[in-house]
């Protein structure tokens, strides 16, 4: 199925936009970037589930040195404040205070979610506080969200594979479809 230019999903035809092979590429590079950057450390990789699970699993392993990880839920919930939505943080139990943290995500579309999350891990009192992101959609970003590494920038389309998902459908797709 993933061999043919074209892939359905419930309503949609997806097209390819990122092959397997450059995905792997990339995670590799990614990996080998922050063993550079942590030599000597051992940073605690948090992966904000459940998209980001898959990148996560690879660039965790293309990760050179001694390093942990742990996974985080957020659930939103549409709410009655301006704002529109509040979310909680379920499932991290680690301490990290003085801790090297990578937060590992599998897309920054508004950069909601990613704002939301680094407010929250800030007050843990980390020694530091890295982003690493899959896919970036830099037309969409209006939370400003600080992010040190990115796997790819692509265009304000919605995707699927390598861990994203259109209803619940296209994580397990080794490569990136872009919507037709
Ligand atoms: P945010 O808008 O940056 O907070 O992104 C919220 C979440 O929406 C991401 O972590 C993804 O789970 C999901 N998302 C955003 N864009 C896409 C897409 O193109 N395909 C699948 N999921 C997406
Ligand atoms: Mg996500």
């Known amino acids: 199925m993933q061999d043919t230019h074209r892939i359905q999903i419930h309503d ?12 792997q ?8 970037d ?3 950057r942590y ?3 051992t940073p605690l990789f948090i992966s904000i589930l459940s998209g980001a699970f898959v ?5 965790f392993r293309a990760f050179g040195g001694p390093c942990e990880i742990g996974f985080v839920k957020l659930a939103s919930y549409t709410g009655t404040r301006s704002s529109g939505e509040v979310q909680t943080v379920m499932g991290l139990d680690e301490d990290l205070r003085g801790r090297h943290l990578v937060v590992v ?15 929250h891990l800030r007050t843990q009192q980390p020694a530091s506080i890295a982003t690493v992101t899959f896919l970036r959609k830099p037309e969409a970003a209006t939370f400003p969200v600080p992010v040190d590494l990115v796997g790819f920038d692509i265009e304000d389309k919605f995707v699927v594979g390598y861990g994203l ?7 397990n797709l080794t490569g990136i479809w872009q919507l037709a």
Not at 13 to 22: C, G, K, R, T
Not at 25 to 32: D, E, I, S
Not at 55 to 59: C, M
Not at 165 to 171: A, C, M, V
């Open 165 to 171: 998902d259109y209803d619940g459908l296209g994580r």
């Open 34 to 36: 922050l063993a550079e």
């Open 25 to 32: 590429a990339r995670v590799r590079v990614l990996g080998q």
């Open 55 to 59: 990148f996560a699993s690879d660039l």
């Open 39 to 41: 030599e000597g450390q």
């Open 105 to 119: 995500e599998d897309i920054v579309d508004t950069g909601r979610t990613l704002h939301f999350f680094l407010e």
């Open 12 to 23: 949609h035809s997806f097209v390819p936009l990122i092959s397997e092979a450059d995905v």
